[in-house]
Nanobody, 115 residues
Framework: QVQLVESGGGLVQPGGSLRLSCAAS????????AAWYRQAPGKQRELVAD???????TYADSVKGRFTISRDSAKNTVYLQMNTLKPEDTAVYYC?????????WGQGTQVTVSS
């Protein structure tokens, strides 16, 4: 069964950077469009960044100028570059990918920003 697998999470100090990756595993699934969401404890899941199949990107106001979503079509991998991280960025980050017909979610990766 095809699934998306996120990686790259971890513990980082405020002001630091992390790059999250999201790749398909267990079968063929070409990621044409993708988005990153996050969910902090006690809060609803929120959209962080979105990239359409045409390459248009949108970001939550809270991460504009700090986060960048990108896709490497050769590697069939989606990335979320996160810079100038803040404690309020602490959350489980989820990747959602679409092949143009269906969308699937990853299992999430924990990002903790703390000194």
């Amino acid at each position: 069964q095809v699934q998306l697998v996120e990686s790259g999470g971890g513990l980082v100090q405020p002001g630091g950077s992390l790059r999250l990756s999201c790749a398909a595993s267990g079968g063929i699934f070409s990621i044409n469009a993708a988005a990153w969401y996050r969910q902090a404890p006690g809060k609803q899941r929120e959209l962080v960044a979105d990239r359409t199949s045409g390459g248009t990107t949108t970001y939550a106001d809270s991460v504009k100028g700090r986060f960048t979503i990108s896709r490497d079509s050769a590697k069939n991998t989606v990335y979320l570059q996160m810079n100038t991280l803040k404690p309020e960025d602490t959350a489980v980050y989820y990747c959602k990918g679409s092949n143009g017909r269906i969308s699937i979610w990853g299992q999430g990766t924990q990002v903790t920003v703390s000194s």
